[in-house]
């Protein structure tokens, strides 16, 4: 249910009827306050000043062409024209009925747009770091939004997998496979790059077959080719464990990676010569941009094609961009990573419209985030100052959910215990990151994501297993609750309003990316759940008041499940 979507169309009929123009909004937003009613307008005063008119009699006219429907029981003007809505109880009490009956929880508004999004995209024979930690579970809560709200959404794990670092990685992977290296040596991604690099840097003979490698592989030639994909699938693989453990949706079969594109890269090289965009200077080919200035204020100039014939990270984006519309038919492509890249993705996409590869309609989105930073301020590192890698920091998460359940001293079983530490650690390093807003650095604090209180994974997770222990408890079925849900107590009706209002959160995640809005929300809705449980008697209540309570805490538990489901965390019936 989107009362936010059904109120502001309504009210922009009525301010149409009124004499506004067609394109007016009516800006209605949900009220801060219960006096200012459930939700209220706003766009009113903007609306009358465009037509000359006092605000309150506009405000009134519009009020006065509303007709009477089942969802408002009153409609107030308010100070200098705002319109504050007030739902029915009985139209709340039907929509909670449905929403508890529906797979999807009365999601009203089917979107139906093909969306790619770019994310994760580690590179080949590097280890994933925080950067691609942040990139993964954002990206990959935003593609389980969209994908909840209909949208066909194509996965693009744009991996790092093409480039001269190549020969190298290639020429290392030869040495290492005539020593009979180990399975052991390759494990540690991190170790091959820099013992590849070591030898290229200190050995010539090395160093030359590197270069002869590259050409060979951007040639085509099948030995390189082979050795080439070999280092692909030996990272992919290892990239795949982690996101199993992080309970992210990426498959073998998302990866994109740069090398997809290569081919295409010469023509719109090409192209951008012919169309006068690219000028050859000092060798190599540029586009200068007025839209960006560099340090002497002049238009700011960006390599498409080096001076010995190589493409850069900026070609890649365009084709991937073109490619996103041309050929997967996308109407959005978001890119989620680093704001440090913003520059780079920015003039990537203006050269791309420059150039007429996409059209205005096509939406081209960079969701930056921020750093992750330790508890001292700076970039998050080990503690030797080197790169984290992403399953000892998993690892470590486990050890400590470890020792936080055994604290807790539960009767739970070995399996269901083991369940319930992978759950909060897993759950306490993808919540802490998805909970704050993405455009901002966060500081890494394992004792706050891992605590019991605040907006943290633990707490949501044990909120839902306490409403879970009212019917296990009780021995109630919630498939069986029956009869009217009344919302006499206000603390009924503040929970059914909530309850309501889960795809409004959901829509402003798929469409800003951000999902903290729906942590915020689902935070909200067990804040008050826990007040309407205090003040609310449920299972000592008489019978009809007790199955119209039960039916609210059944609908509240699905929808901290399904929330934090879409957030990619997993709940345990018990905790
Ligand atoms: N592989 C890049 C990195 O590690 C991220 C790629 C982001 N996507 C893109 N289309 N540029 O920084």
């Known amino acids: 249910m989107n009362i936010q979507h059904i109120l502001s169309e309504k009210i922009k009929q009525a301010m149409i009827s009124s004499g506004a123009e067609q394109n007016v909004e009516a800006l209605v937003r949900q009220s801060g306050k219960p006096q200012f ?18 605000p309150r009699e506009f405000a009134q006219k519009v009020v006065d062409n509303i007709d009477s429907d089942p969802l408002i ?29 529906d797979q999807k929880l009365g999601i009203s508004i089917k979107q139906q747009q093909t969306v790619v999004v770019d994310y994760s995209s580690p590179n080949v024979a590097k280890e994933m770091h925080v950067g691609h930690l942040r990139s993964t579970i954002i990206g990959d809560g935003v593609v389980r939004a969209l994908e909840f709200l209909g949208n066909k959404v194509i996965r693009a794990n744009h991996v790092g997998d093409w480039g001269t670092q190549f020969g190298m990685l290639i020429a290392y992977l030869e040495k290492m496979e005539n020593e009979n290296a180990s399975e052991m040596e390759l494990s540690d991604l991190e170790a091959f790059y820099r013992e590849a690099k070591a030898h290229y840097d200190n050995d010539p003979v090395f160093a030359e077959k590197a270069r002869n490698y590259v050409v060979k592989l951007q040639g085509g030639d099948e030995y390189c080719r ?89 070609t890649t984006d365009i084709a991937a961009a073109k490619y996103r519309y041309e050929t997967l038919k996308a109407d959005r492509a978001l890119v989620f990573s680093d704001t440090r890249q913003s520059q780079h993705m920015q003039q990537a996409w ?6 007429g ?28 100052g080197g790169t984290v890698k992403l399953a000892d920091l998993l690892d470590e998460a486990v050890e400590r959910a470890d020792k936080l359940i055994a604290e807790k001293n539960t009767n739970l079983t070995d399996a269901e215990k083991q369940a319930v530490v992978e759950a909060v650690a897993i759950g306490a390093v993808k ?45 109630i079925d919630p498939d069986t609750l029956k009869g009217p849900i009344n919302l006499t107590e206000d603390k009924e009706r503040t929970l059914a309003l909530k309850l309501l209002q889960f795809e409004e959160s959901v829509t402003v995640v798929a469409k800003d990316g951000t999902p903290h809005v729906l942590c915020q929300y689902l935070y909200e809705l067990a804040g008050i759940f826990s007040s309407f449980y205090e003040a609310c008697p449920i299972l000592n209540a008489e019978e009809e008041v007790k199955q119209s309570r039960l039916q609210l805490a059944s609908l509240t538990a699905k929808t901290l499940k399904q929330g934090l489901e879409l957030l990619g965390i997993k709940t345990v019936e018990k905790m």
């Open 350 to 355: 203006l050269i791309t419209r420059k150039a």
């Open 431 to 475: 919540y802490s990151d998805l909970s704050k807003n993405r455009t901002t650095d966060y500081v890494f604090d394992w004792d706050n994501m891992l605590s019991f209180e605040g907006n943290t994974a633990p707490y949501m997770q044990y909120a839902y297993t306490r409403i879970h222990s009212i019917f296990s408890k009780s021995g």
């Open 37 to 54: 009613g459930d939700y209220q307008a706003n766009g009113i005063m903007g609306a009358a000043k465009k037509l000359g008119l006092n």
């Open 226 to 314: 082979t050795m080439w994909k070999k280092l692909v699938d030996i990272t992919m693989q290892q990239n795949q464990r982690n996101y199993e453990r992080l309970n992210v949706t990426l498959t073998e079969k998302d990866v994109m990676g740069e090398s997809l594109y290569n081919p295409m890269l010469p023509g719109i090289v090409a192209d951008l010569k012919a169309k006068g965009l690219a000028v050859e200077d000092d060798g190599a080919l540029v586009v200068f941009l007025e839209e960006f200035k560099n340090k002497d204020g002049d238009p700011m100039g960006v390599i498409v094609q080096k001076k010995d014939g190589g493409f850069l990270y900026t």
């Open 357 to 384: 590869y996409v059209p205005d309609s096509f939406s081209l989105e960079h969701q930056n985030f921020g750093m992750m930073l330790g508890k001292d301020g700076k970039p998050f590192k080990t503690r030797t």
């Open 73 to 101: 029981e009153k409609l107030e003007i308010a100070g200098p024209g705002f319109i504050n809505i007030f739902l029915n109880p009985v139209w709340l009490s039907e929509q909670v009925k449905n929403a508890l009956h």
